[in-house]
């Protein structure tokens, strides 16, 4: 169980400044409110963070939060306060790193970060696009789509698609190469050439 942020710890650090000033009705309520919640709470973080090297300090950011908010008023309902903490540094965590990895937060919706949707003009566009290139990639070769999807969409190694295949890493490269061209052909214009696709 984590501890409190401790009134005679020596450290300067500002997260811990304000647990300078503690007094004996915050020790408690934090002992008796708070810390009964740690597992809710690290549920919650892990739920709603995927880098789980994180969860640790993430957690002892609420305690502080809250410890440091409960120094000024100590809060009617302790469990909505440290939920509502936690959601609001998840947020600002966000926030701050202006590029997010896809892999940064598990669920948004949960978080309530407002995103950008698209406009209903835009989603018609990448739609008509994607049955495009959907109609575009059902013309090409079996061999040839094969390896263009698993090289284009699952992100497949050429020696992967030639192990999955069952085929030489030199066949492999002549599926891609053929493929992409007759895709660009198809999809910008001249027709495809896929003779030499076996």
């Given amino acids: ?21 503690a007094t004996p009705e915050v020790d408690v309520w934090f002992e008796q409110e708070v810390l009964p919640l740690e597992a809710d709470l690290v549920q919650f973080l ?10 640790a300090d993430l957690r002892q950011d609420v305690y502080v939060r809250v410890y440091e908010a409960a120094l000024k008023n100590i809060p009617d309902s302790a469990k909505s306060f440290v939920f509502t903490t936690a959601r609001n540094l998840l947020i600002n965590k966000v926030r701050r790193e202006h590029i997010v990895p896809i892999e940064a937060v598990a669920d948004l919706d949960a978080l309530g970060v407002a995103m950008e949707e698209p406009d209903p003009e835009r989603n018609v566009i990448a739609r008509a696009e994607l049955r495009r290139l959907q109609a575009a990639l059902d013309r090409l070769p079996r061999r040839c789509r094969e390896a ?10 050429r020696n992967e698609i030639a192990a999955r295949m069952g085929i030489a890493e030199k066949t492999v490269k002549c599926h ?17 050439d896929l003779r030499r696709t076996p």
């Fill in 148 to 157: 263009v999807v698993m090289k284009q969409i699952e992100g497949l190694s």
């Fill in 1 to 21: 169980m984590s501890e409190k942020p401790e009134a005679d710890r020596e450290n300067t650090d500002p997260r811990y400044r304000g647990a300078l000033n």
């Fill in 46 to 55: 892990q739920h709603n963070w995927r880098n789980k090297g994180d969860i």
């Fill in 176 to 192: 891609l190469n053929d493929g992409v061209r007759a895709l660009a052909n198809i999809l910008y214009g001249e027709k495809p």
